[in-house]
T-cell receptor, first 114, second 112 residues
Framework: QKEVEQDPGPLSVPEGAIVSLNCTYS??????FMWYRQYSRKGPELLMY????GNKEDGRFTAQVDKSSKYISLFIRDSQPSDSATYLC??????????????FGQGTILTVHP | DSGVTQTPKHLITATGQRVTLRCSPR?????VYWYQQSLDQGLQFLIQ???????AKGNILERFSAQQFPDLHSELNLSSLELGDSALYFC???????????FGPGTRLTVL
C-alpha cells in the first residue's frame, strides 16, 4: 500500500464547476501538506501549503486537512479552462531522517472544458 | 517562473553511459532536492542537500550520486544508465529544510 493515495482520474468538468480533489494517507507522522499543479512537460507549481487541520483559502482555492481521518482535499471554485492540469498532493515530516522529503500522490488529471 | 534553473532541458544518451544534471536554486535558498518522475512511479524523492551537507535520502540508486557546491548549485550524477532510468528529473529548492519547495522546469532524460 502506498503511503499517499490519490485518485488519478481523469476528471472532466465544465467551466465554472466546483472541483474537489482528494488524497488519503497512512503515515500519521506527516505534519505538513501541499498541493502542486503541474502543466504538461513543466515543473510542479506550488498552490497551497498547510501545517494544521482545518481550512486554508487562497482566491479560488481552498485546502482542507483532516488529520484524524488522514484525508486532505483541494477545492477549486469557478473552475477555468486554464486550471486544466495534473494536481499533486504532497506531504512531509518536519524531523528525523525524513527531514525535507516530500511524499507525493500519483496526481489527478483535471480537464475543464469551456 | 520559480527561480530554480536546471540544465540541460533534454538529454538523450545510451545505456551504460554517465550523465550530469545541474541545478541552480532560487537566490537565498539553502536546500536543494532532487526528484525523479516517471509514468509508473510518479514523483519520487531522491536526495536533499542543505548548505552543502546531505540531509535526507530517498530510494536513490547506488549508481546515482549528488552533491551541492559552495555556491549552492547542485549536480546529480547518473552512471551505468539503464533504459528504466528514462524519466523527468526535477530539482527543487527551499530557504530552509522543511519549507515549501519550489521546482525547476526539469531535465528529460532518455536512455536508448
Amino acid at each position: 500500500q502506498k503511503e499517499v493515495e490519490q485518485d488519478p482520474g481523469p476528471l472532466s468538468v465544465p467551466e465554472g464547476a466546483i472541483v474537489s480533489l482528494n488524497c488519503t494517507y497512512s503515515n500519521s507522522a506527516f505534519q505538513y501538506f501541499m498541493w502542486y499543479r503541474q502543466y504538461s512537460r513543466k515543473g510542479p507549481e506550488l498552490l497551497m501549503y498547510t501545517y494544521s487541520s482545518g481550512n486554508k483559502e487562497d482566491g479560488r482555492f481552498t485546502a482542507q486537512v483532516d488529520k484524524s481521518s488522514k484525508y486532505i482535499s483541494l477545492f477549486i471554485r469557478d473552475s477555468q479552462p486554464s486550471d486544466s492540469a495534473t494536481y499533486l498532493c504532497a506531504m512531509g515530516i518536519a524531523g528525523g531522517t525524513s527531514y525535507g522529503k516530500l511524499t507525493f500522490g500519483q496526481g489527478t488529471i483535471l480537464t475543464v472544458h469551456p | 517562473d520559480s527561480g530554480v534553473t536546471q540544465t540541460p532541458k533534454h538529454l538523450i544518451t545510451a545505456t551504460g553511459q554517465r550523465v550530469t544534471l545541474r541545478c541552480s536554486p532560487r537566490s537565498g535558498d539553502l536546500s536543494v532536492y532532487w526528484y525523479q518522475q516517471s509514468l509508473d512511479q510518479g514523483l519520487q524523492f531522491l536526495i536533499q542537500y542543505y548548505n552543502g551537507e546531505e540531509r535526507a535520502k530517498g530510494n536513490i540508486l547506488e549508481r546515482f550520486s549528488a552533491q551541492q557546491f559552495p555556491d549552492l548549485h547542485s549536480e546529480l550524477n547518473l552512471s551505468s544508465l539503464e533504459l528504466g532510468d528514462s524519466a523527468l528529473y526535477f530539482c527543487a529548492s527551499s530557504p530552509g529544510g522543511t519549507d515549501t519547495q519550489y521546482f525547476g522546469p526539469g531535465t528529460r532524460l532518455t536512455v536508448l
